[in-house]
Structures are given as structure tokens and as C-alpha cells.
């Protein structure tokens, strides 16, 4: 889900150390020289974004898959760091931030909400995909419990294991961004973000953070955007 | 070289001269495509698409980016410039007509099969050759868009089946990409010597 997390003879710390000293950047990788693909980058993805979000249409689903169609091998586990332990009986999910009724749900009491399911494509930046079901509570239904006030505009998600991620307010009130619980039938696992993670079609897979615990809402976007982001991956990064 | 008559262009005394348009065209597309390559094989090793994380893994001498997110910037910013370079000489082809003259007709087909000039038959081959890569940089963008966007092109990336296959047939255009570029240059020098050459570059 998260993509690789460095080069395969460095480590990203030592690359972004090295890319940083101005001139060695040049001799990295080839002709890949990191600092000025960051400067491409500034260039050129606000094009990009702006394609996106004229691409983007929050109202209509991306058709779905049949359940045939799965690929339950396929989805592979990519992680930052640690892989939390969570207890689910004491578990609580945070909804705050600009909203006019912050409150913290239960799984017990999400688990009352309406059950949405979707048989959809998990895309990977790394070039894998995955046919997946996921089953849970759409957030535009956790929305309109708390009711984000008008100047709302992003959405950030922050996890049990320290990884935090941000997303514009119209992708994460598309009918298939879930907060979700089950995966291909079951109970969603440990490894694949147990209890709750974030899922839709509509975005890559490191946009789709795992064990969430606290959902904010706000009228700017941080200097911290996401955990990836912040190295150098794309933020919108809309399918 | 004037196109309806290629043998006649072909003789010392003509200078064979390119028009300005198709000239550019070439050196952006060239330059377009080796970068489209390089970030493309980056992104590839994120995870190859033969044989997964285990695979085969292309040299760094080949890769432009650095890592996944260089390699994948430096990708959706040369599309652009790949992308509607085509587009402008697609436009530029059919509203001159030069897409008659100037490619693959049924009278290179004629000297192919039964043509006995060994010069014509060559031009024919030539013809030939650059005209089927065409549809091939078609292809490398179709199923690039596929996966760039599955979500809203569903349609795009559900014609080519699985992802797989998907993966496979946009890797697939830059071994043939390649294979061209090495065809396409000695068929080149084989019609028109290094004067043709020079006439495309200058
Ligand atoms: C507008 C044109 C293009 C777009 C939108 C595009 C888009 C993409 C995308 C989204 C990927 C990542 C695929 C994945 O996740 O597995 C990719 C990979 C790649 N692209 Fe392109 N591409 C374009 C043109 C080209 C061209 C012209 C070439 C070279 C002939 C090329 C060579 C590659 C290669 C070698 C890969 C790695 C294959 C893989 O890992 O799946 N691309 N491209």
C-alpha cells in the first residue's frame, strides 16, 4: 500500500541527506538527480493537481467490480514502521477539528452505521494493483454526524502507528470513501489496518492510511501534508 | 526529399531538405521519449512487472529520477510535452495531407510485394517502418492514461483486461521503441546515406 521506501542501495535518509548536498544530488542515480526532480515537481504538479480535481467527479461512483473478480493474493502489506496493536473493545475514533460536533465513535456504535461494501481496484504508486472488497461506513456519513463547518476544506487522517495523511473535502465525500472494517468478506486484519482504515477507488493506496484513530477537519493544509508526501510523492495523486 | 517521386529526390543534386515542422517534432519526440524511458524503467523498478519485487531490476545508468516519486514526476511532467508534440504533428499530418504522401501507401505495399527496384523496395521498407511505430506511441499513451487514471478512464483500462495485461502491453512499447530506433536509423542511412539523416536533425 505504501510505496517503497527507498532506493534499493540506500536508505531514503541517506538519499535525501545526499540529494540535499547542492551538486551531489546530480550524481545520483543515474542521471536521477532528486533535487531537481523536486523543482520539476513544483512545476509541473500543480498542472497536474489541477487536471485531477477537474477530473475528479464527487458525486458519481467508479464502477465496481463483480465479486468474482477479486484477487485476494494480490493485495501485498506495505507498512512505514510498526504494525500497532489496537484493542478494539476499548478503541475509540476521534472525529474533530472545524466541525460543529466533534465526538469520539466506538467501533460497536460504527458498526451500527449503514454498512457500505465495493468490490474496487487498489491501485499501488509501486505499479501493483489488487481487486478488493471493502465494507464499512462511508465518511460522508461520518460528516454529516459532525457537521464540518463551511470554510472546511481538507480532511486529515492520523494513525495509531504515527503515519498521518490529508485529503481534499471533495474526494473524501465520495459515496466510495469508506472507513472500513472488513476486507474481501471478513474482519478487517491486524495487517491490513485493523480496526478501521480508510479506503476508496479514487485515490493511490498510500492516500489510504491504516489504523486510523483521529479524523480532523480543517480550512488549510498544513505544512505536514502526508507521511510520503512530505518525501517527495505526489499529494492529490487522484485514479 | 520530395516524397511522390523518391527515386528522383534521391539523386546527388538535390538537397534534401525537411520542413521546419516536422523537424522540430522529431527532436522533441526523441528527446520526449528517451526521458518517457528512463523515468518509466525508475518506476519499474519500484516493482517489476515481471517477476514482482523479486525480479530483475533495470542498471541505474538507464533510470532518470532517483527513486519512485522522481522517477514518476519526471514521467507526468515529459507526457506532456510527448503527448501533445504528437498530438500537434498528428494535427499538422492530416491538415496538410503530408499524412498521404509522406507515409506508408499502397504503392509502397505494390513495390514491396512485386516491385523489382531494390531502391524503391528499400524507401518502401522505410515508409513502412516509421508509420508502424506510430500507432505504437498511441498504444504507450493509451494504456499510460489507463493506469494513471483507472478510476475515470474504467472504460480505457477495462479494455486491456487485467492489470497485468496492462502493465505488460505499456512495458511492451519501449522494447519496440527501442528495436525502431535502431530499424528506422539504418534503414535511413540505407535511402539516403547520411545526407537524409542530417536533413532530419539540422
Ligand atoms: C502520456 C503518456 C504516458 C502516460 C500517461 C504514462 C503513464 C504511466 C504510468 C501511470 C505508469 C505507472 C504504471 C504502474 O503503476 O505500473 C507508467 C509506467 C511506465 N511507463 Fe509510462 N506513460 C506514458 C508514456 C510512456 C511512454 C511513451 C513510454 C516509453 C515508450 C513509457 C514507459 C513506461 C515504463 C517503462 C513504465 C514502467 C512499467 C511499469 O512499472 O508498469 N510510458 N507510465
Request: a positive charge.
Amino acid at each position: 500500500m505504501y510505496p517503497i521506501q527507498s532506493p534499493r542501495h540506500l536508505t531514503r535518509r541517506q538519499l535525501l541527506q545526499w540529494s540535499g548536498l547542492s551538486g551531489m544530488g546530480l550524481l545520483l542515480g543515474g542521471c536521477g538527480a532528486t533535487l531537481f526532480s523536486d523543482r520539476l515537481n513544483q512545476v509541473v504538479e500543480p498542472l497536474n493537481q489541477t487536471v485531477e480535481e477537474l477530473l475528479l467527479r464527487p458525486d458519481s461512483p467508479v464502477p465496481e467490480f463483480p465479486i468474482s473478480a477479486i484477487e485476494p493474493d494480490k493485495l501485498l502489506i506495505n507498512t512505514f514502521d510498526v504494525t500497532p496493536q489496537i484493542d478494539p473493545t476499548t478503541f475509540r475514533l476521534t472525529l474533530n477539528g472545524e466541525v460543529n460536533y466533534p465526538m469520539q465513535l466506538s467501533m460497536a456504535e460504527l458498526q451500527t452505521m449503514p454498512l457500505t461494501s465495493m468490490v474496487i481496484r487498489h491501485v499501488c504508486v509501486e505499479g501493483w494493483a489488487a481487486i478488493v472488497q471493502w465494507g464499512g461506513v462511508r465518511l460522508r456519513d461520518l460528516a454529516t454526524l459532525v457537521q464540518p463547518k463551511p470554510g472546511v476544506r481538507y480532511v486529515y487522517f492520523e494513525s495509531a502507528d504515527g503515519y498521518y495523511e490529508s485529503w481534499d473535502l471533495a474526494s473524501s465525500l465520495h459515496p466510495q470513501t469508506l472507513m472500513v472494517y472488513q476486507k474481501n468478506g471478513e474482519p478487517l486484519s491486524v495487517d491490513n489496518g485493523a480496526p478501521i482504515r480508510l479506503a476508496s477507488p479514487i485515490k493511490l493506496g498510500y492516500k489510504q492510511s491504516k489504523w486510523v484513530t483521529r479524523i480532523f477537519f480543517t480550512n488549510h493544509l498544513l505544512s505536514q501534508k502526508g507521511y510520503w508526501e512530505d518525501r517527495g510523492y505526489e499529494w492529490f495523486a487522484g485514479l | 526529399m520530395s516524397a511522390s517521386e523518391p527515386s528522383k529526390s534521391l539523386k546527388r543534386s538535390s538537397i534534401p531538405g525537411q520542413a521546419v515542422l516536422a523537424k522540430t517534432f522529431h527532436w522533441v519526440n526523441l528527446i520526449s521519449l528517451v526521458m518517457m524511458i528512463a523515468s518509466g524503467l525508475q518506476i519499474y523498478n519500484a516493482n517489476p512487472v515481471f517477476g514482482g519485487r523479486a525480479g530483475w531490476h533495470f542498471p541505474k545508468v538507464l533510470l532518470l529520477g532517483g527513486w519512485l516519486a522522481g522517477g514518476r514526476h519526471w514521467h507526468f511532467a515529459m507526457m506532456w510535452f510527448f503527448a501533445i508534440n504528437l498530438l500537434v504533428y498528428g494535427l499538422y499530418i492530416a491538415l496538410t495531407r503530408r499524412w498521404q504522401r509522406r507515409f506508408v501507401s499502397s504503392s509502397d505495399i505494390q513495390a514491396l510485394q512485386v516491385g523489382r527496384n531494390p531502391k524503391r523496395k528499400m524507401y518502401a521498407r522505410h515508409r513502412l517502418v516509421y508509420t508502424a511505430i506510430i500507432p505504437v506511441l498511441l498504444l504507450a499513451i493509451a494504456t499510460g492514461l489507463a493506469m494513471y487514471k483507472p478510476a475515470h478512464l474504467y472504460w480505457l483500462s477495462g479494455l486491456f483486461g487485467s492489470w497485468q495485461t496492462l502493465r505488460i502491453v505499456h512495458f511492451m512499447t519501449v522494447p519496440i521503441v527501442v528495436l525502431f530506433t535502431v530499424v528506422h536509423s539504418l534503414l535511413a542511412l540505407k535511402v539516403g546515406r547520411f545526407r537524409l539523416i542530417k536533413s532530419m536533425f539540422s
